[in-house]
């Protein structure tokens, strides 16, 4: 399966070698593409619990592929989310059922840097994208 542009970008970005100041200072630079959300979106209902940081989640479906807006009150949950997002805008709900969540940070560079509760977090994100597609 071929790469959403966004994702090959990231992939092409992050995959340079580089030390982990210049990776998070990257991170951060993703986080801040994302599209403010409202503060009328920033409610409990689009808010993605698994998490331990804030982070909230819309999602439209438009001739069958989906596109997700995200933000969280925590600037490396940010650029994490916008690196997902990066991953899945595009797909059907079929393909966003196959993403590897691990394969994907792994192919980034940024596993290592994923500690259990951001793995979770992440998680919980994706697995609500899935939800919502399969509604």
Known sequence: MSLPTQAQEALDIFGQPQGWEQRARLL???????????????????????????????????DGHWQFRAASDARLIRGLV?????????????QLQQVDLPGWFEQLGLSRQLSPSRSNGLNAVLQRMREMALL
């Open 82 to 94: 916008a690196l997902l997002l990066a991953r899945v805008n595009g797909l059907s709900a079929a």
């Open 28 to 62: 951060m630079q993703w986080g801040e593409r994302l599209p403010a959300l409202s503060d009328e979106e920033k409610i409990d209902d689009y808010r993605v619990h698994g998490c331990e940081s804030k982070v909230w989640l819309l999602g439209s479906v438009e």
